[in-house]
T-cell receptor, first 110, second 115 residues
């Protein structure tokens, strides 16, 4: 079992829709959780960073962590075609070692 | 401030050859991590260097090696290339902030094709 699991998609939604991207993790010791966005032929860029359980909001993006169910989510409100990318969840395993999900491909249709 | 740079961007090699990839971190960043990204496996951690020392290593065979120089630039080497080594190799640099809340900044990657 991978330490961080993510549905690969692809996920297609119409412009303006609310998008929900999800990951599960297996190691209850994980404390820090991240979401990265990766456009085609580019490296991943950090979107959101959360610690432990709870929600964190940044503009149209909300990251949510539920440690009781080992579930992490990213919500995108009012999705735009420019949000079309691969979204990667990640957690910090120990010191300076990041574990990534395989990524979910999102396509927002105009 | 310039971002993480990686060279070369694209590379074609044949089985059995070796390859060296280079990464220049963001100025002031002393930690450099390397990842292999493939469609099936996603991003997999190779190793992490800080102050010229390897601090963490992923589950890759010994054909994959790396090093870091005193100016924080890093190289990774893959010897005896196999077809399965075809992937996007990403480098990320980090400015350690303490408490484990380090943010990784990725370069654009080197796309390696092994024929």
């Amino acid at each position: 079992q991978k330490e961080v699991e993510q549905d690969p998609g692809p996920l297609s939604v119409p412009e303006g829709a609310i998008v929900s991207l999800n990951c599960t993790y297996s190691n209850s010791a994980f404390q820090y959780f991240m979401w990265y966005r990766q456009y085609s032929r580019k490296g991943p860029e950090l979107l959101m960073y959360t610690y432990s359980s709870g929600n964190k909001e940044d503009g149209r993006f909300t990251a949510q962590v539920d440690k009781s169910s080992k579930y992490i989510s990213l919500f995108i409100r009012d999705s735009q075609p420019s949000d079309s990318a691969t979204y990667l969840c990640a957690s910090l395993s120990g010191t300076y070692k990041y574990i990534f999900g395989t990524g979910t491909r999102l396509k927002v249709l105009a | 401030k310039a971002g993480v740079t990686q060279t070369p961007r694209y590379l074609i090699k044949t089985r059995g050859q070796q390859v060296t990839l280079s990464c220049s971190p963001i100025s002031g960043h002393r930690s450099v991590s390397w990842y292999q990204q493939t469609p099936g496996q996603g991003l997999q951690f190779l190793f992490e260097y800080f102050s010229e020392t390897q601090r963490n290593k992923g589950n890759f065979p010994g054909r994959f090696s790396g090093r870091q120089f005193s100016n924080s630039r890093s190289e990774m080497n893959v010897s005896t290339l196999e077809l399965g080594d075809s992937a996007l190799y990403l480098c990320a640099s980090t400015l350690p902030g303490g408490g484990g809340q380090e943010t990784q900044y990725f370069g654009p990657g080197t796309r390696l094709l092994v024929l």
